[in-house]
């Protein structure tokens, strides 16, 4: 390998460390048996010898620079490794799984960063000749040597990453860091070049890629063959390269020549209907932006859905779907979706593809543009009451999310942590949301015209030629948008419209703006606002009262962006920057109330002035014999009816226009919230009241008639609707005589019955909004429990009455939907004595359906997956009656791989379920496994992990050793380090979130701490890579394990530090040298002054303010040859009969000390000097994870760096005062002892009238005490100094403690072993700080 050449002096130092690629262009011709063979060129700018690139899965035959052959490397990171042998003895537990996991995952992750094809680009005779060329001369010389091509031959054998193939179809994905396995590049978001694609294939299939095609070639072989030529004149990152070849049916758009929409050929005519719309959403998206589509042409790709793993796979100008998302003319349901679906993936085509993120910590910003562009596709042409609805559903999900750091946008340790896994899964799909909500909030405050002119100057700045780099980071979007607002400015004084200006822009005079973006981005929680008013009727004001929360814990006052938050802050709430308005509707009209500050103050009480007056509406009392309007008999009108009467309010709204992400709690009476549902023509306001009336402890008829009527108005929303019937639903009981379950099946009735005959008519769906309304009510209907639990008759009568007579012959539109709604509300039906023969005949009718399903296979097995999942529901409710076996087998032929993928994923979750229910997780898991490894699908394996992870967070909490067995555990991490999972990035990250949960942990990387994980992962190979390209590629760092968690205070673990010497990584069997250096373990233990404090924290007091100071390690120690020597491991971390308090605490931790006897040759010191205030130990719970010996095993020097040792907790109390052989005493130490306890005297100075110093004070007397009877319980027990030193092995055990050391992973009993050790106890004083020395000294070895 070529050396590295140093940088000349005069050079100037590049901002970016690492090499550019100017340009990349490879050529793939495939075969028939679709083995790829080809190769990549990359023009290099940089001005080292080593290039570094990603390549996986792939064969490299040759590397040539400029033409000519050079020596190359390629270190292959995926490799077999037999990872159940050497799990199976650490694995315990599900804690001990949980840390492997999380060892495997994050080993795994930081090792597919590091580059491993390296490539010399150095050629010794031209820099030879560069330098005997004079000055002028060789600055052209050596700019023209700056620029290298490289060409790389490769092939790729296995599509199993990266790009797949079925059949005669091949495709690619955009999964993390996997674009390297189909071709060598640098496989990095920081990495941006235009692209020259070549792609050679068989003359009847069609080759779409990226960018504008060029030209196509038919080869004059036989068979002929057909080249397509590609150019992307834009750079982008390798991820966004794609490719898709098949026997494509092109469908141009027909008002859009840009467009190209391709399908295989039986999906064509669903594939004409479908994207009928997609012309309005790309002008949209041009008009709003005011340019035109960056890519200049847009292609859409549908495939089969178990080809691809996700719904969805972006590339620029190129997007590849699943025909899953298409329909027909006869299919409603899916209409809404499909369109949502290609308009975002369209918008990501502007803002993630386009312009993308210049740092990790900015991709929420370009995730949360792509979904503001979608909403605005959805309020134009799906209308404003969807967008609204939409948007108040996902502001719910996130507020109940949003409490941990994992949904922190812009945080760089969680960016960091996350290694870019925060897009999978639900916090995945939480962030965007936020990141969405966030932006629509900063549209409401600074205007849409304002926030419009920001994004078309993102987009105008971007395309203009001045533009290197087209990346987009939150600092400059704040900075767009001051630029826009000074713009503006200008023009607006211009017009002499300062007024105008003054309101558009007077939330940017304010310090909104500053701490925007700091409070919602960099920090996680949302507000909660609980809120009740009283009308003052003399002042003729509103009193509002308003207490704030936040959805995380106090600890999320700190700032993820590494702010200094102040005293104040830290107390409690910081709140929010801006005012949020109430909005108070009267007699005589609405009205506005910016008055509520989102900071200050937790605690808020407000005044609101009424503009209606009651002087001439004065409350008169009813006569004799007459009631109110809407009062059963014998029922009075309550406080909550007549408080519209004794005021002029109607009803009140905090935040109406969405303002704020946050949860809000409104207390106002039962009358207001009819008044709002009934009046309010805003879905949100009409959504708010349908959930607070149905959350009522007591129903009136007032309210029923309320949801009644708002379920009948055929105006009102059709998703509003769905929610009342619900609501009506959930308020049937006998109390009320199941008045609900009356006005459901009336208002059915009213709608899809003959009056004549009392029975269904005919389907007719021509009426979208009743069709999806009537849709539910069955579902509803069935959900109705009397006053056994149990559904009543009535309801199960009337769904079966509904299934029987189903009738679509004369209807338009397809009922697959319409049915499979049904079979799932009988899904939800709970069966009782009166009902349960009724059984029979949904058994029947269910069956047919699935019998029709197989004859004539419905949209997407639609029906038959109803039928699946509804005798799971049965067979699950009824176990004591049916036998599981049954519905097993009854099940298990769904599951063959002639069916639909669909159909095989529902029927492998249903099994999943029953085994979870009979057998419980460990069975579940086990079943789990053998699934995953059948199932050929990349998509189903991602849906069956999904659905695992749903499993073991219904089991909840921490699962016992009895619970779930080490068979399953060892077979999860398994499958973690499995081909499976590293051909499939997101269902890797569900199996690490399946060990998490297990372990009762959060699913998320975030917060997991690096350096207590265990080394478990391949290292040897890990190191030699790393070792490698630390070596050959300066450029290129390899991530580092964080260094700025290792001295928290709750950790206390003595960290060692690394050997200034040792640059690079070694095996720690590879040893040269001759001469070793003396082992030195130094650790400095700093006590705190309080010794009262471990007492109130072992009393279940915590006083996290009155933190005292901790211990603070330092280890320098080098590495050890043989057994003899001291050895740290990393792989278990255990705080061994430690207790952690703030105010006094000692963890010492030392891995295996074995003494050298006096022939040895290595010579060793270690020393250990600890100071501990506590008055007892008390013993934590055994972990079972983690083995409660110290261990001395074999790791290599990059293990050793970065490992942690082992606690050792010394107790004052149980400990007896311990010296070496000659036991000195020094005048040194008592006066350091007296000037110790000067200093204690002088902390607690001032204290004396301070209650909480006095109650501490008497606790420490009565812990001298206390110590005095231990004493003299020691005294007896005392063992002579004289055995100890007869002994040269015996273990260390303090009274009370009985602590072991020991090797538990060595076959034989390694004992950890201190001589020489003297103990003595004085019963008759109490030392306020006992002393644990261990001193061990050897002569050095000199070697000849």
């Known amino acids: 390998m070529a050396k590295l050449r140093r940088p000349k002096p005069e050079d100037p130092k590049p901002a970016h460390s690492g090499a550019v690629v100017r340009h990349q262009s490879f050529a793939s011709p495939l075969t028939r048996t679709f083995v790829v063979y080809g190769y990549t060129e990359l023009e290099r700018g940089t001005d080292i010898g080593i290039v570094g690139l990603h390549a996986e899965n792939l064969g490299i035959e040759s590397v040539l620079v400029d033409g000519e052959s050079t020596d190359f490397e390629y270190y292959p990171h995926n490799l077999g490794v037999d990872s159940e042998k050497r799990w199976a003895s650490a694995v315990s537990s599900p804690s001990s799984a949980a840390d492997v996991a999380a060892a495997a995952y994050v080993t795994a992750l930081e090792t597919e960063m590091v580059p491993n094809l390296l490539i010399n680009c150095c050629n010794r005779m031209q820099v030879e000749q560069i330098n005997t060329e004079s000055n002028g001369a060789q600055t052209a010389a050596y700019a023209k040597q700056n620029v290298k091509s490289v060409r790389v031959n490769y092939w790729v054998e296995k599509m199993e990453s990266g790009i797949h193939f079925k059949d005669n179809i091949v495709h690619t994905d955009n999964q993390i860091r996997r674009a390297r396995c189909w071709f060598p590049c640098i496989d990095d978001n920081n990495q941006r070049c235009c692209f020259d694609l070549e792609f050679t294939v068989a003359h009847n299939l069609v080759a779409v890629s990226n960018g504008s095609l060029l030209y196509q070639v038919l080869s004059k072989d036989d068979p002929p063959r057909k080249t397509y030529v590609y150019r992307l004149d834009v750079p982008v990152t390798a991820q966004w390269i794609s490719l898709a070849v098949g026997p494509f049916e092109i469908l141009p758009d027909q008002q859009n020549g840009l467009i190209s929409h391709m399908c295989l050929p039986p999906n064509l005519p669903k594939l004409r209907h479908t994207v009928e719309f997609f012309h309005n959403a790309f002008s949209e998206y041009e008009h709003y932006l005011d340019a035109k589509f960056p890519f200049g042409t847009y292609k859409q790709v549908f495939l089969a859905p178990e080809m691809a793993i996700s719904s969805s796979t972006f590339g620029a100008s190129l997007c590849i779907l699943t025909s899953q998302v298409l329909f027909d003319e006869k299919v409603i349901d899916q209409t809404i979706d499909t369109c949502i679906k290609l308009a975002f993936a369209l918008s990501r085509q502007w803002f993630g593809v386009y312009i993308t993120p210049e740092a990790p910590n900015d991709e929420w910003l370009l995730d949360g543009l792509a979904g503001f562009l979608t909403d605005l596709f959805i309020k134009k042409f799906l209308g404003n009451n969807e967008a609204r609805y939409r948007r108040y559903k996902a502001n719910c999900a996130v507020c109940r999310a949003d409490d941990s750091g994992a949904t922190a946008l812009s945080s760089s340790s969680s960016c960091k942590d996350l290694y870019g896994t925060h897009s999978i899964g639900l916090l995945g799909k939480i962030r965007s949301w936020k990141s969405v909500a966030i932006l629509q909030m900063l549209e409401k405050q600074m205007g849409p015209d304002f926030f419009k002119k920001i994004l078309q100057a993102i987009i105008s700045r971007a395309q203009s030629t001045n533009c290197a780099v087209r990346s987009l980071s939150t600092k400059s979007f704040l900075l767009i948008a001051f630029l826009v607002v000074i713009t503006s400015t200008m023009e607006l004084l211009l017009f002499d419209l300062f007024r105008h200006f003054a309101n558009k822009i007077g939330n940017l005079e304010r310090p909104f703006l500053k701490e925007f973006f700091p409070r919602w981005v960099g920090f996680y929680g949302c507000p909660v606002l609980r809120m009740g008013f009283s009308y003052n009727k003399r002042k003729n004001i509103i009193e509002l009262a308003v207490l704030r929360e936040c959805t995380a814990t106090i600890d999320s006052s700190v700032s993820v962006l590494n702010a200094k938050p102040d005293s104040e802050n830290r107390d409690g709430d910081i709140g929010w920057p801006g005012v949020m308005t109430v909005r108070v509707y009267e007699l005589d009209g609405m009205s506005d109330h910016p008055d509520l500050p989102m900071a200050g103050d937790a605690w808020q009480l407000l005044e609101i002035a009424c503009h209606s007056k009651l002087a001439a509406r004065r409350y008169q009392k009813p006569k004799k014999g007459s009631k109110p309007d809407g009062l059963m008999n014998g029922d009075l009108p309550t406080a909550d009816m007549r408080s519209s009467v004794d005021s002029p309010l109607l009803w009140i709204r905090a935040d109406p226009e969405m303002e704020y992400l946050t949860e809000i709690h409104f207390n106002q009476p039962v009358q207001m919230w009819i008044n709002q549902l009934e009046k309010d023509e805003d879905v949100v306001a009409q959504a708010q009241a349908i959930t607070s009336l149905e959350s009522l402890p007591e129903l009136s008829f007032p309210v029923l008639k309320a949801l009644n009527n708002f379920l009948t108005d055929t105006k009102a929303f059709w998703r509003v609707r769905i929610e009342a019937a619900f609501a009506l639903a959930s308020t049937s009981s006998e109390e009320t005589d199941m008045a609900g379950l009356q006005h459901l099946v009336k208002f059915y009735k009213s709608r899809r019955f003959d009056t004549d005959i009392g029975l269904p008519k005919p389907n007719d769906f021509s009426d979208f909004p009743e069709y999806f309304v009537l849709e539910a009510i069955p579902h509803a209907i069935a959900t109705i429990r009397a006053a056994d639990e149990k559904s009543p008759r009535e309801a199960v009568e009337f769904i079966l009455q509904l299934l029987k007579y189903n009738d679509n012959n004369e209807n338009t539109y397809s009922d697959v939907f319409w049915l499979a709604a049904l079979v799932q509300s009988v899904g939800e039906l709970e069966f009782g004595q009166q009902s349960i023969h009724f059984l029979s005949s949904f058994l029947k009718r269910i069956d047919r359906l699935l019998q029709f399903d197989r004859l004539m296979p419905s949209y997407n097995g639609v029906l038959t997956i109803s039928c699946i999942r509804t005798l799971a529901q049965i067979a699950l409710k009824l176990s004591g009656f049916i036998h599981l076996d049954h519905v097993f087998e009854l099940i298990k032929p769904f599951r063959d791989f002639k069916t639909i993928w669909q159909v095989r994923i529902e029927a492998s979750r249903a099994l999943l379920d029953l085994e979870f229910h009979c057998n419980g997780i ?87 701490p690096k350096d207590k994980l265990p080394c478990m992962g391949n290292v040897e190979v890990c190191n030699e890579q790393r070792n490698n390209s630390a070596a050959l590629v300066t450029e290129i760092k390899p991530p580092q394990p964080p260094m700025d968690n290792l001295n928290h205070s709750h950790d206390n673990l003595a960290i060692p530090e690394a050997p200034k010497e040792v640059d690079t990584v070694s095996n720690s069997h590879e040893k040269t040298s001759h001469e070793r250096k003396t082992a030195v373990v130094k650790i400095r233990v700093k006590q705190s002054g309080t010794t009262s404090k471990a007492e109130e924290r072992s009393e279940g007091r915590h006083h996290d303010a009155d933190r005292g100071a901790t211990s603070s ?232």
């Open 922 to 1008: 460990n069975a579940a898991l086990l079943l789990f496994i053998k699934y995953i490894e059948e199932e050929p699908s990349l998509r189903g394996q991602v849906k069956l992990g999904v659905h695992a992870l749903r499993l073991c967070q219904i089991q909840g909490g921490s699962v016992s050793r009895e619970d779930i067995k080490a068979e399953a555990l060892v077979g999860l991490l398994k499958l973690l380090e499995s081909r499976i999972a590293f051909n499939n990035v997101f269902f890797r990250h569900y199996i690490f979130c399946i060990l998490q949960v297990l372990a009762g942990r959060s699913p998320t990387l975030y917060g997991v």
């Open 1113 to 1344: 390690v330092s280890v320098d120690a080098p590495q050890r040859n043989s057994a003899e020597a001291v050895s740290i491991s990393n792989q278990n971390v255990e705080e061994v009969n430690s207790f952690h308090d703030h105010g006094s605490r000692i963890t010492a931790s030392i891995g295996s000390a074995k003494i050298a006897s006096e022939d040895d040759n290595f010579g060793k010191e270690l020393q250990c000097t600890a100071d501990s205030g506590k008055a007892s130990v008390h013993h934590q719970p055994d972990d079972p994870s983690l083995p409660s010996t110290i261990q001395d095993n074999y790791i290599d020097a990059e293990a050793k760096k970065y490992a942690s040792l082992q606690t050792l907790s010394v107790s004052r109390d149980d400990a007896p005062s311990s010296r070496g052989k000659d036991g000195r005493k020094s005048s040194k130490k008592k006066k350091k002892k007296e000037k110790e306890k000067k200093r204690k005297g002088e902390e607690h100075k001032g204290e004396r009238d301070d209650p909480e110093y006095l109650e501490k004070k008497r606790l420490k007397k009565e812990k001298k005490q206390k110590e005095k009877e231990m004493a003299k319980l020691l005294s007896e027990a005392k063992a002579p100094s004289t055995e100890l030193r007869s002994k040269k092995e015996e273990n260390i055990e303090l009274p009370g403690n009985k602590q072991e050391v020991d090797n538990a992973n060595s076959s034989g009993p390694n004992k950890a072993v201190i001589p020489k050790l003297e103990t003595r106890t004085e019963p008759t004083q109490a030392t306020p700080a006992p002393k644990f020395r261990i001193k061990i000294k050897n002569k050095t070895l000199n070697k000849s």
